[in-house]
């Protein structure tokens, strides 16, 4: 099979321009873009408003493209914040609970950004099939400097950042997590849920690990 990139086009989660002409003529659409911890947030509304309507303007476009599946790249955010302790394995009923003050304004938008975009093919989507990817903290090789705030967490650790951090995270290796998009987009069966778990093919996610690092 022969893969070739016929053009980009520029568009924003913020506005409407582009995204039409970004969604003609495909079959898929793979939407990973979300607002993610940089500094610049100063309230939540800098988080959730760009999550929800970026989700919802690539759903409209989409659809109006005729587009046959949308695979969102969610997060372990929008399952797994505000619970306390569990006594089973998360699974795609599960959504975090935002009553609880505790959760960050991160995990909010993954929570609100996805379940809009559940909302939308369940009440609007006439036909287009949505799958979500929940990964946990991705790692792994950085195509540049502009990484996710995932990889610098490892990289501050690197460049000495004082202190002795105790970690306990899931962490999965951004190969693993393409692997399952691509398996997320074009698997015959359909996608009625969240591609979340970590038994599905090739999903390596390393729940619970505890990680102690001399800072």
Not at 53 to 62: E, I, P, S, T, W
Not at 92 to 112: C, F, G, I, M, R
Not at 132 to 137: D, E, I, S, T, W
Request: one cysteine or more; a neutral charge.
């Amino acid at each position: 099979m022969r893969h070739s990139v016929r053009s980009f086009v520029t568009a924003d989660l913020g506005a409407d321009e582009g995204w039409a002409e970004a969604a003609a003529g495909c079959t898929y659409v793979m939407h990973g873009a979300s607002p993610t911890p940089t500094g610049e947030q100063t309230s939540e509304e800098d988080w959730i408003r760009p999550a929800v309507d970026g989700n919802l303007r690539v759903l409209r476009a989409a659809r109006g493209a005729g587009v046959r599946r949308v695979v969102l790249t969610s997060a372990f955010g929008a399952i797994c914040a505000g619970h306390g302790p569990m006594g089973r394995p998360f699974n795609e009923t599960d959504w975090s609970d935002l009553a609880n003050k505790h959760v960050w304004p991160y995990q909010k938008s993954k929570t609100l950004s996805e379940r809009a975009a559940w909302d939308f093919i369940a009440r609007e989507g006439q036909g287009l099939e949505l799958a979500a990817v929940n990964p946990v903290a991705v790692l792994g090789q950085a195509l540049g400097a502009d990484y996710s705030h995932s990889i610098r967490l490892i990289k501050n650790l690197m460049d000495g950042q004082p202190g002795n951090p105790r970690i306990n995270s899931g962490f999965v290796d951004v190969r693993d997590v393409a692997d399952l998009h691509l398996r997320a987009m074009t698997h015959s069966a359909g996608c009625p849920d969240r591609a979340r778990r970590p038994s599905l093919p090739r999903l390596k996610a390393l729940y619970g690990w505890d990680c102690c690092v001399a800072g």
